[in-house]
């Protein structure tokens, strides 16, 4: 009697193409499969870094709003600690409007809106370290973001942003140099990048804790008027990482400097322990002197 042959069933009784059919049909289910893992665990690691990036940003919020004898957070007198930049590791070529320490100035404009790249001579220096990703520092923006940015337009106070990735992550270290190249080649839309990069992207990001794509920076920087040619250079540039050293050597700059989170608020030297809570810092910059420290914000490549 003659053999039956059994679909999907390897043995002598298959015939050559039917075995390497069924040899390219197992490679083609491994590739899948390698596929999907490797698509799994690149989510697992977004997820992952974005949920370290809130339990950091939470944690040191917590750890300076809590400790004893702190009554701040109850709207008692503000704490400062005394702030001095380390020795500079910042070699990296930097863009116009960004200074030696890899930040970016706002001193007196037309209006409300401020003139990036300047420094109010004189004047009191507010300096704000921030992680785009961090939902503390969206909560210091949304409440005191417009107050500052008002104060220096008006000549009372340099603003200085320092942007950094308080833990490594690639998408916010692409918004670091999303912030430098907006900063030196349309400055005149670098305020309401910063902005609305917290209002649309930093605060839909937190909500649904996902990691958003480094397309929505892009797609932001159409949005508050970049031009389609200015879009493309800004895509060019983040998937170049053009600026990639410089926001390496500002992450190690931050770390030298003794700053183990985000947000940290410098004012006029002084580091303030507790950065928002309860209008404390409305309060601190209402009763700022009419004098800068010196040397607060570092000066601006021209």
Request: hydrophobic share 40%; glycine share 12%.
């Given at each position: 009697m003659a053999s039956r042959r059994t679909p999907g069933l390897s043995g002598e009784n298959l015939t050559k193409q039917e075995r390497r059919e069924q040899a390219l049909s197992r490679a083609r289910a491994?590739?899948?499969?390698?596929?999907?893992?490797?698509?799994?665990?690149?989510?697992?690691?977004?997820?992952?870094?974005?949920v370290v990036v809130a339990l950091v940003c939470t944690a040191v919020?917590?750890?300076?709003?809590?400790?004893?004898?702190?009554?701040q957070a109850k709207g008692g007198p503000p704490q400062f600690k005394q702030f001095a930049h380390s020795k500079?590791?910042?070699?990296?070529?930097?863009?116009?409007?960004?200074?030696?320490?890899?930040g970016i100035t706002l001193g007196k404009?037309?209006?409300?809106?401020?003139?990036?790249?300047?420094?109010?001579?004189?004047?009191p220096t507010v300096t704000v370290y921030y992680d785009y990703l961090c939902h503390v520092c969206n909560d210091l923006e949304s409440q005191?973001?417009?107050?500052?940015?008002?104060?220096?337009?008006?000549?009372e106070i340099t603003l200085a942003?320092?942007?950094?990735?308080?833990?490594?992550?690639?998408?916010?270290?692409?918004?670091?140099?999303?912030?430098?190249?907006?900063?030196?080649?349309?400055?005149?839309k670098y305020v309401e990048f910063h902005k609305k990069f917290f209002s649309d992207i930093s605060s839909s990001a937190i909500k649904n804790r996902k990691v958003p794509p480094v397309g929505d920076i892009v797609k932001l920087a159409k949005k508050v008027g970049l031009s389609s040619a200015q879009a493309d250079e800004l895509e060019k540039t983040l998937s170049g990482d053009a600026y990639g050293q410089l926001a390496e050597q500002a992450n190690q700059q931050f770390q030298n400097d003794k700053l183990t989170g985000t947000p940290a608020v410098i004012v006029n030297g002084n580091r303030q322990l507790v950065n928002?809570?309860?209008?404390?810092?409305?309060?601190?910059l209402s009763d700022l002197p009419k004098e800068s420290?010196?040397?607060?914000?570092?000066?601006?490549?021209q």
């Open positions: 491994m590739q899948q499969a390698e596929r999907r893992r490797a698509k799994r665990n690149r989510l697992f690691m977004f997820l992952g870094s974005f919020y917590v750890i300076v709003t809590s400790g004893k004898g702190n009554d500079s590791v910042i070699t990296a070529s930097r863009p116009k409007n960004v200074t030696e320490w890899a404009g037309s209006g409300d809106r401020p003139t990036v790249g300047a420094v109010n001579e004189g004047k005191v973001g417009g107050d500052l940015v008002k104060k220096a337009a008006a000549g942003y320092q942007p950094v990735s308080v833990v490594g992550d690639v998408f916010s270290k692409k918004a670091m140099q999303a912030d430098y190249y907006v900063a030196s080649k349309v400055p005149e928002w809570p309860n209008g404390v810092l409305q309060k601190v420290a010196p040397g607060a914000t570092g000066t601006p490549a």
